[in-house]
């Protein structure tokens, strides 16, 4: 027998971001995601039903699996007040790859990824507030809702303030040894058929008491205001990101993803920046690296037959501690999601090219899973439209500990004295949101 799942969406008053991240503090799991173009928000908690991706098989098409029976379960209560703007989504992260073993030291149960269908989803935005409440019994609803108002009152009331931050103990993972395996990838590159690896730095972060996700999380939203704004918790791991990288947003008939590569610094002062843009724009290495992405993706969308626009020429895209190349990608015509999300995922952004190859690279050169690190994260609902970002400027947190990546393309142009520059600019966000001053 199926069982079935009933939802009921209902308006709520508009909330504060430090408010919604209040109310969260006390679930699990929880996720977070903030738009900063659109700046709508979802905060998502309790798992009515959950995808841990312990199969040794393809985690978009376990995804997709798993997502076509919830779809055949969802019944709108009351009948006949579906809207087609709010519904219940599905939100989570899938593994940067997937491997047999599905929890380690660092990531816990967030290894390989994990998706969830929560009992609250609250969707904010320019419409105004909405709490979507699933339950199997559609009893349930009403109290679940009340439940959610009652909890968004108390924590409207609340006091936000951020706590001052304690000391921070740095590690670097050995710095010599990082550029050497740069050393060696450009080597590879320029003997084998290979013609960009991206490669991941870790940095170790110690406090002396316990970090809060949703206090680094406040933090990020203050000084990245430029970016996404991201966490997936579960227990007691918790994945936070302030990531520029759109990896995709789609709809019926219609399919964004961008192509992000090739960075540089900010300036001291608004001359300085624009001329450090200007090389950024004119440098041949960068600019290769940032074309090798453009293509790939491109023609990838061309397999699936969409009709494509694409600058001819990259813009820059700036956050506070880097710039870099981008361009934005758009298909348009029927498609396949799951298959092209596949396809595409890990871009040769966070990858590398060709894909199977750099990944062999990766694989041998880096000495940690990448867990959600370069991950596609975010939310689908079950009309197929859903956005999701690449796991970057990121850390994982787990009690006093958080583990930070950073990630730099790596072509035969490259020097592994910039790339430490790079991947150094890379942790800033992560570290002075966690209260680290440097390396
Ligand atoms: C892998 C990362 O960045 C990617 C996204 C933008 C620019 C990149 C670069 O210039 O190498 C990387 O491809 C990271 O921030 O950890």
Known sequence: MIVK?????TKVPHLALPTLLKCAQNHDPVFFFHNPDTQQVRLAYGALAECTFEKDQNLFLQLKEWYEQLAARLVCVPAGEKRQEIQPEIVGGLGFTNSKQSADQIWGKLRNGYYFLPQTLIVQGKAGAYVVACSFRPIELKSIT??????????????CKLPSMGHLKVSATDVAVWKRNVAHVVAQIKQQHLSKVVLARYLIVEAQTQLDPY?????LLKTQPETYHLLLKKSGTAFVSATPERFAKFKQHEFQTAALAGTTARGQNTLADQRLGQLLLNDHKNRQEHRFVVKRIAALLAQQRLKLTI???PQLLKNKQVQHLYTPIKGTGPYQLFE???QLHPTPALGGLPKQ???????KVEQRPRGLFGAPLGYLDFNCRGELVVGIRAAVLKENQAYLFAGAGIVAESSPDKEVHETHLKFQPLLQALGG???
């Open 215 to 219: 206090v680094t999380l406040q933090r």
């Open 5 to 9: 799942i009933y939802y009921t969406v």
């Open 437 to 439: 001053n440097d390396e």
């Open 311 to 313: 600058p001819a020429s």
């Open 340 to 342: 092209l999300l596949a």
């Open 357 to 363: 190859a750099a990944l062999q690279q990766i694989e």
């Open 146 to 159: 009340t439940a959610v108002r009652k909890e968004l009152q108390a924590a409207a009331l609340s006091d």
